[in-house]
């Protein structure tokens, strides 16, 4: 799964990354190197007009609230969907259908299980941070949704796309976010364009792929945040 990850670029970086402008639901932010659900947060969504089409920057709250949903609090089990179930799942169905986005992230945090010992005690988990090569940003596969208040204000949410993490790859996880090739950009964001028919064109974001190295305990707590919590240490 993913259930941290850092996102620090610019507004004029993010426009400058993904080719997009800012929208009137975007909300200049500061860097976020502990990004966790309920959070606000850059998203990159597809707009369209008579004019054409762009994409826009916006924010949104991460864990995705369903348009039918009674109680908001339900988003905060809904910070990650599963692409093999994405299409049927009431809760993501409609959005995966129609509202796919990317996800800004410098990289994201994975907590490792170490062996128990032979004492049979389990060691605290380990995070790790992983990125991209290079120090690459990152876009995760997401999808988002409209949900309105009682009050009559309406909420943006989103959750993120997992896939299975097996073998090697699954070393740190079993699930993996799903990262969007820049090949494809234009088509997850196009609401024409079948999600089913680009799944298997999204990568998986694995060790096989990405950098990765241990990072303080610190990232386990939300209130921390800083550029020092994805700082490489000896494994703890």
Known sequence: MCGRYATSRTSSQ???DFEARLGDLHVEAEAD??????????????????????????TARWGLIPSWAKDPSIGNKLINARSETVAEKPSFR????SR????????????YQPQAGADGA????QPFYLTGREGAGLGLAGIYEFWKDPEGTWVLSYSILTTSAEGDDGRLHDR??????SGIGDDW??????GAQLLPELVPATPGVLDAWPVSLAVNNVRNNGPELVEPVAAE
């Open 14 to 16: 993010l426009e400058r």
């Open 33 to 58: 190197y502990n990004a966790a659900p309920t959070k606000p947060e850059p998203l990159i969504v597809g707009r369209r007009d008579e004019s054409g089409s762009w994409r826009e920057v916006v």
């Open 94 to 97: 409609r959005a995966f259908a």
């Open 100 to 111: 796919r986005a990317v996800v800004p992230a410098d990289g994201f945090y994975e907590w």
């Open 122 to 125: 389990k060691p605290r988990k």
């Open 176 to 181: 993996a976010p799903l990262l969007v090739p």
């Open 189 to 194: 964001l196009d609401r024409d364009v079948p």
